[in-house]
């Protein structure tokens, strides 16, 4: 069972970046659709990007699309998020997920495996 662990999260000033990252165990990433969800303070988890296990496709929330950046790392078992022109409203806690299927689905309760999550704070 593949074991998930994001890293990279921190406080950055809005307009700046921050690169996510989500390592993988007990498992090979290429072989998954991998998401991105966040969870902003009060607020219900929703969908930010995901990158497909068949061609590597991506999409993107509305909200971020243009600004984030997903990529596959697969010498390292990694899977990325680069994350542009930061606002405040960016600001939670972010998750990687994984699923077995090849298509990336916006819904969280599609995603069997998860990592704990890495806090990011835009400041204004």
């Known amino acids: 069972q593949v074991q998930l662990i994001e890293s990279g999260g921190g406080l950055v000033q809005a307009g700046g970046s921050l690169r996510l990252s989500c390592a993988a165990s007990?498992?090979?990433?290429?072989?998954?659709?991998m998401a991105w969800f966040r969870q902003p303070p009060g607020k219900e988890r929703e969908f930010v990007g995901g990158i497909s296990w068949s061609r590597d496709f991506t999409s993107y929330a509305d909200s971020v699309k243009g600004r984030f950046t997903i990529s596959r790392d697969n010498a390292n078992n990694m899977v990325s998020m680069q994350m542009d022109t930061l606002k405040p409203e960016d600001t939670a806690v972010y998750y990687c997920?994984?699923?077995?299927?090849?298509?990336?689905?916006?819904?969280?309760?599609?995603?069997?495996?998860w990592g704990p999550g890495t806090q990011v704070t835009v400041s204004s």
């Open positions: 007990g498992g090979t990433l290429s072989r998954y659709t």
């Open positions: 997920a994984a699923r077995w299927e090849s298509w990336v689905v916006v819904t969280s309760s599609n995603y069997p495996y």
